[in-house]
């Protein structure tokens, strides 16, 4: 059987073997996935977003299933950037996998503390930054939510680092293609979408919230037609490459992805009933390129919009 040419040219350095990677907050820092199978196999591993010090994270309960997808109110909780260099990197690094580290920050000066510091590490090939953070400083509004404020982090961080930066947008900001130029036009390499959608959940019993952050974030099937739908728009609007997410459960998902303009895609939710699936989605798309005999950088935005 011929092989099949998957590689992923994102820009600025990060040159994957394959368009699937695993989605922040999903997955770890890979090592209990690879338990499973051997993550060097997966286009690239976005860790659990780091912020400069540890962070404990919401209270329980932090995930409750809804129809066709789960709301989940983690809460940012991580190990902090210093122990994730000295704990994390070791493993990821011997494992032979693409490491992109998710970044998140409560100010400017935050975020631009922990990229300065990822920048001297090895073995990371680029930086995911979560915009989807509360800002002290704007009295706690997110960055992903005002053009302005993702726009002059994005410069910030694009001054101190040369590493590729890919910035996750989030869908509750109204105007996704609006926000996807301004962060490009400030430097930013690829943008990532979509992180999960605002929402919540009540116990009529009690008539209290389910989550004990009140609010979480819903993903799984549920968003996919709205992460398709956002995707596209911003394919339309920019012209640096976009990664897209968002209830990816098999193989055919991804495909409707590349097929709305996504160059790569990212696993998340799928994997908490199915870790290997991510191995399953690859594979679904190398026998859809060869039996189809279309190369993968064709298939990118081949959506046809044609009268039927
Ligand atoms: C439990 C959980 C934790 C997450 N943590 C993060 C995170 O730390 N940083 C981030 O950018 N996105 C985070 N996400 C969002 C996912 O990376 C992804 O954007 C979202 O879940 C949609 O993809 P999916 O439907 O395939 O899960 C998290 C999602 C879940 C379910």
Redesign the pocket.
């Known amino acids: 059987m011929s092989s099949v040419d998957l590689s992923v040219d994102l820009g600025r350095g990060l040159l994957l073997p394959n368009p699937v990677m695993t989605?922040?907050?999903?997955f770890g820092y890979g090592e209990e996935a690879s338990q499973y199978f051997d993550i060097s196999k997966l286009g690239a591993v976005?860790v659990?977003?780091i912020s400069e010090s540890p962070r404990q994270g919401n209270p329980p309960p932090r995930?409750v299933e809804t129809p066709s997808?789960?709301l989940?109110s983690?809460g940012?909780q991580?190990v902090g950037v210093e122990a994730f260099i000295a704990e994390k990197m070791p493993f990821l690094r011997d494992a032979g996998a693409r490491v992109i580290v998710?970044v998140?920050g409560s100010t400017v000066e935050e975020y631009a503390r922990v990229c300065k510091r990822l920048d001297a590490v090895e073995g990371i090939s680029a930086l995911?930054i979560?915009i989807?953070c509360p800002n002290v400083k704007e009295g706690g509004v997110q960055f992903g939510m005002k053009k302005a404020l993702a726009a002059g982090l994005v410069k910030v961080l694009r001054e101190l680092t040369g590493r590729h930066l890919m910035v996750?947008l989030s869908p509750n900001c109204g105007d996704i293609a609006g926000m996807a130029l301004a962060v490009q036009d400030e430097g930013a390499d690829s943008v990532s979408l979509?992180?999960?959608i605002t929402g919540m959940e009540i116990d009529v019993a009690t008539r209290r919230p389910v989550l004990g952050g009140m609010m979480g974030?819903l993903?799984?099937?549920a968003?996919?037609p709205v992460?398709l739908r956002m995707v596209h728009e911003v394919y339309n609007a920019v012209r640096i490459p976009v990664v897209g997410?968002?209830?990816?459960m098999e193989g055919r998902h991804a495909l409707q992805f590349l097929i709305a303009g996504a160059q790569a895609v990212?696993?998340?939710?799928?994997t908490?009933t199915d870790p290997l699936a991510p191995l399953r989605i690859l594979e679904t798309l190398e026998d859809y390129l060869r039996e189809e005999r279309i190369a993968l950088p064709d298939l990118v935005g081949s959506l046809n919009t044609g009268s039927l």
Request: charged fraction near 10%.
């Open positions: 989605a922040s907050g999903t976005v659990k977003g995930v997808g789960m989940n983690i940012l991580n998710n998140l995911e979560n989807s996750k979509i992180n999960t974030g993903s799984g099937p968003i996919r992460a997410i968002g209830g990816i990212q696993v998340g939710t799928a908490f």
